[in-house]
T-cell receptor, first 114, second 111 residues
Framework: NAGVMQNPRHLVRRRGQEARLRCSPMKGHSHVYWYRQLPEEGLKFMVYLQKENIIDESGMPKERFSAEFPKEGPSILRIQQVVRGDSAAYFC????????????FGPGTRLLVL | SQQGEEDPQALSIQEGENATMNCSYKTSINNLQWYRQNSGRGLVHLILIRSNEREKHSGRLRVTLDTSKKSSSLLITASRAADTASYFCAPQNTGFQKLVFGTGTRLLVSP
């Protein structure tokens, strides 16, 4: 059973470009969480999605950031018009929603904004 | 959901020694989870302990939970250099919620 997959692992963007980060949850998992980690800090929650629904987006910046988890395909975290402060590691986690609360994390996408 | 606070912030030991790190939280919980993060990597789930459990073991790991003191501890016995990592606790007051991480305990195990 493959774990949580994220791609790309590394992404370099210039200021003003768009960044798209993809997350494929573990097989059978229908809950996806996105977290951001700045250097030397802990992970900060961004958004929690189930298939086709955003459940909790309390950690998402109000502008430029969006997330989706379509019926088919991976979850996407999209950052428009990136700025240098968006440089961070972005982690996705998934859980199965069957009473087991453990979240399984992917390897992360490291975004560098030049 | 709520945040756990890990203590100490950093811990340096020799291989073979035991490492103990603590977690405190503020309100009632349903469960508490411990995760490990190696430098530059994603988080690895170590163990989940429910509010009605007092102690749980997994290999060289031993986790305790004291809900009256709102605290948990993670003990790693016979540590190895490969245990060098940051360790985070994540208390949850209901299932399926976001995890709120503190700054973690940075453990360094020297050969």
């Amino acid at each position: 059973n493959a774990g949580v997959m994220q791609n790309p692992r590394h992404l370099v963007r210039r200021r003003g470009q768009e960044a798209r980060l993809r997350c494929s949850p573990m097989k059978g998992h229908s809950h996806v969480y996105w977290y951001r980690q700045l250097p030397e800090e802990g992970l900060k929650f961004m958004v929690y999605l189930q298939k086709e629904n955003i459940i909790d987006e309390s950690g998402m910046p109000k502008e430029r950031f969006s997330a989706e988890f379509p019926k088919e395909g991976p979850s996407i975290l999209r950052i428009q018009q990136v700025v240098r402060g968006d440089s961070a590691a972005y982690f996705c986690a998934s859980s199965d929603g069957q009473g087991r609360e453990t979240q399984y994390f992917g390897p992360g996408t490291r975004l560098l904004v030049l | 959901s709520q945040q756990g606070e890990e203590d100490p912030q950093a811990l340096s030991i020799q291989e073979g020694e035991n490492a103990t790190m603590n977690c405190s939280y503020k309100t009632s919980i349903n469960n508490l989870q411990w995760y490990r993060q190696n430098s530059g990597r994603g988080l690895v789930h170590l163990i989940l302990i429910r509010s009605n459990e007092r102690e749980k073991h997994s290999g060289r790991l031993r986790v305790t939970l004291d809900t009256s003191k709102k605290s948990s501890s993670l003990l790693i016995t016979a540590s190895r250099a490969a245990d060098t990592a940051s360790y985070f606790c994540a208390p949850q007051n209901t299932g399926f919620q976001k995890l709120v991480f503190g700054t973690g305990t940075r453990l360094l195990v020297s050969p």
